[in-house]
């Protein structure tokens, strides 16, 4: 165009869709604003005489220390930006999407299958880096984020995967079912029961209350759950005890449920699931021997 100008038609207006933007520490260290906009061209690029955003600013990526600098460095020289082993993908998810905060490879694995030993199937379980609020915070990482790790791993993989499938994990929910009785106390019934269900909480899912992230593989045995509730000091004795386990079947399209009692340990029912508490645990002076009558609602628990 610099040199044959007279060859075609004047231009008017040239409008670029700018994809990534590099921020320079040294020019501005402080955290952009909510509303943010780029209008303001730099003065020492000629030529340009205004920029206008079309979209708002997305995403984004922390500032590398030098901690994970170097364990970058030293991983890639592991495994040369190419995927082997599980711990390849584990690490290069990592390393590449910030947005992760946890990543479990399951190799020969297609979880949407009842049959899920699939050969030449990587299925990468994602949990988002941001830990969440609230005592029943179930973290799940947006579709983009997954369509993007399936596309990063499409040139970094053996010939012999012929499918990368990113998913979110199963939170499988726990229902405690216990009688208990309670100490004379200066409380009400409803606060008693209240102090109980955050002991069985806390025994369920701890990385809850600890505001972290969830733990792939974590399990707690009846007995421990008994001798939690047993340790408060209101507490005078309990009758009945079991979990109630709400599991997804047949490749996520079908529930069945499972109850654990005794000295039992409740365990995920598959690599990629968590257990979570139910909202409502169920604590009365009597207890159904079957569960279901009056312990399970619509939009709850029912299946």
Known sequence: ITENGKSISEVNRICTNTVRVFREPGQMDKTLADGFVINTPDPGIPG????EQVTPLQAGLPA????????????FISHRNKAVTA??????????FPQAGKVKC?????????EQTSAGTVSLVIIPSETGTGRHFRPYAPPELLLEIESYFSSRTSQYVTNIDAINPVYEEIVVRCTVDFHATEHSNAFLRASVRKVIDRIIAPWQQDKKLPVFGYSFSMHRLYDKIDDLMFVKSIGHLSAVQLIRTEGCTKYGIKEYGGTDTVIPSCPHAILVPFENHIIKSGINEAFGIDEMGINENFI
């Open 64 to 75: 590398e220390n030098d901690v994970r600098k170097q364990m970058r460095i030293s991983e």
């Open 87 to 96: 711990r390849d993908y584990e690490r290069m998810t990592l390393q590449a």
């Open 48 to 51: 340009i005489a205004s920029v």
């Open 106 to 114: 399951l190799s020969h694995t297609n979880t949407k299958k009842s």
